[in-house]
């Protein structure tokens, strides 16, 4: 099974400012496999980012994927302040067929 | 525009059966893949299976046991049951649509999610 590990848990950051979040595999994964997700308190969790740097319908270009092999980051150029929310990580795989890593949260400084 | 719902009991005793059912609307259960995903309060999101439009099924290993997936295209939903469950299994369950593109594999659509709680 492969481990997703993100980091950091939370990261404490002000409007405007630049967010990385980092999603580190426990093996090599294809790039396609890689999603990041935006959960906010309440709400299902809304899809961002697929095949590592793909962004969804409707997502800001603020919001930018890279990465490849175990490492991969999710950056937030300029935060906005609907964007403080707990981020997660996803890979597909063979078995279980889907992992989430354990999320990091961006909050408020 | 996709739109899932979950509908379930809320409140399940241990040992019992828990029975989720998920309408899909805007679009047919004909095509892609449906999944369940639940998250514990305060945790993160555990992937618990899916069911495509011919039937198939994949389940998480950790749960593969206890859990029963289905489709009624007659009603375009489809159902979870988790059998023998403990204070372990509360969490709020998500119904979700898997999307492909680009080779790859995600969730693009979301129910709302529906707690499930189980307690005597």
């Known amino acids: 099974e492969i481990v997703l590990t993100q980091s950091p848990g939370t990261l404490s950051l002000s409007p405007g400012e630049r967010a990385t979040l980092s999603c580190r595999a426990s093996q090599s994964v294809s790039s396609s496999s890689l999603a990041w997700y935006q959960q906010k308190p309440g709400q299902a969790p809304r899809l961002l980012i697929y095949g590592a740097s793909s962004r969804a319908t409707g997502i800001p270009d603020r919001f930018s994927g890279s990465g490849s092999g175990t490492d991969f980051t999710l950056t937030i150029s300029r935060l906005e302040p609907e964007d403080f929310a707990v981020y997660y990580c996803?890979?597909?795989?063979?078995?279980?067929?889907?992992?989430f890593g354990p999320g990091t949260k961006v909050d408020l400084k | 525009q996709v739109q899932l719902q979950e509908s379930g009991p809320g409140l399940v005793k241990p040992s019992e059966t828990l029975s989720l059912t998920c309408s899909v609307s805007?679009?047919?259960?004909?095509?892609?893949?449906w999944n369940w995903i639940r998250q514990p309060p305060g945790k993160g999101l555990e992937w618990i299976g899916y069911i495509d439009y011919s039937g198939s099924t994949s389940y998480n290993p950790s749960l593969k046991s206890r859990v029963t997936m289905s489709l009624d295209t007659s009603k375009n939903e489809f159902s979870l049951k988790l059998s023998s469950v403990t204070a372990a299994d509360t969490a709020v369950y998500y119904c979700a649509r898997e999307e492909y593109d680009l080779g790859s594999l995600f969730f693009d659509y979301w129910g709302q999610g529906t707690l499930i709680t189980v307690s005597s």
């Open positions: 996803q890979q597909y795989g063979s078995s279980p067929r889907f992992t």
């Open positions: 805007g679009g047919s259960i004909n095509r892609n893949s």
